[in-house]
């Protein structure tokens, strides 16, 4: 059985992005974050005969299922990498400009809930979380090394957990004793006893499980290498959206539109011209009651859309 087969993934504010990016039928697309394809597959849907999409993903199983999409479509070319890599990708494969750029930033349901890949506190297995299991540092190898300050650092900073000092203490009290965090079930049970309050509803590891993956993927940083890259990529009127689904994701891309939305001034010249903006802002989606009834994981969701400006 496929892993697609048991752990199907529901796409989240797929017509609102699709609508977003979505405005020229014969041009040259970008999903960042391919992960099962639905988004991919509802722009598509959308483009003529002549358009291209480029598909990214760290993911393994995420480009095979890519590739088998490719085969199918001759519109599309799968790239195994982060988008944080799309120029220089993209400019390897002759593609100089693009007219849309869709980056999901949430982990798929498969990832979640495939429990050898270690992202989900509901299940016990080995404590991975990379996204792309062929390379790189696992959750556990980082828990295996780093000293407690490290630790608390990234809990506190990526998990936004305020209990990140206790319970970077009694992780690195465990590995003293000779029983370092190898599992899920470990962590969950670590941080459980480590976390004196949690808001209702919410798990005690919820915010450890967050900041450990984005340190083992480096989610931040490749957010904002992306989002810097899209300003060279992107024709004029081409459109970026990107869907976040925490504070910290949405808080880069919010102030990166922000930002390359504001003619500047040059202090040292304030009397030439201002550089001109690079994006226009076109505001923020959030998922309708509807789609989080029937998908409590889009409750977090916000869409952000910005297009290109002329200049």
Avoid: C
């Amino acid at each position: 059985m496929s892993a697609d087969a048991r752990w199907q993934h529901t796409t989240v504010l797929l017509a609102e992005a699709i609508d977003a990016i979505a405005t020229r039928p014969d041009g040259v697309f970008v999903d960042g974050t391919f992960g099962r394809g639905g988004h991919s597959r509802a722009l598509l849907a959308r483009l003529g005969a002549a358009a291209k999409l480029f598909v990214f993903d760290k993911d393994p199983e995420a480009i095979a299922e890519a590739q088998a999409l490719a085969a199918s479509d001759a519109r599309v070319t799968p790239v195994h990498a982060s988008f944080a890599s799309m120029g220089a990708a993209l400019a390897e494969r002759g593609v100089q400009q693009v007219h849309g750029i869709l980056l999901d930033l949430g982990v798929s349901s498969p990832q979640i809930d495939n429990p050898a890949r270690g992202f989900s506190f509901r299940f016990d297995a080995p404590l991975d979380m990379r996204m792309d299991t062929t390379r790189g540092e696992t959750a556990a190898d980082f828990l295996g090394r780093a000293d407690e300050r490290q630790i608390a650092e990234v809990i506190r900073d990526y998990g936004e957990e305020r209990f990140a000092v206790s319970i970077a203490k009694a992780l690195v009290a465990r590995r003293a004793g000779g029983q370092p965090v190898r599992t899920t079930r470990e962590l969950s049970e670590v941080v459980a006893r480590a976390v004196k309050t949690r808001e209702p509803g919410q798990d005690p590891a919820t915010r450890t499980f967050q900041a450990l993956r984005i340190l083992v993927n480096a989610e931040l940083e490749d957010l904002e290498q992306a989002l810097t890259g899209t300003l060279a990529l992107l024709a004029p009127t081409g459109r970026l959206a990107v869907i976040s689904f925490h504070s910290l994701e949405d808080r880069i891309v919010k102030t990166f539109i922000a930002r390359e939305s504001r003619a500047t001034v040059d202090r040292r010249a304030p009397f030439a011209e201002p550089k001109p903006t690079r994006l226009k802002a076109l505001g923020r989606i959030k998922p309708s009651e509807a789609e989080v009834a029937a998908n409590p994981r889009a409750r977090s969701a916000i869409l952000r859309i910005a297009e290109r400006t002329e200049a």
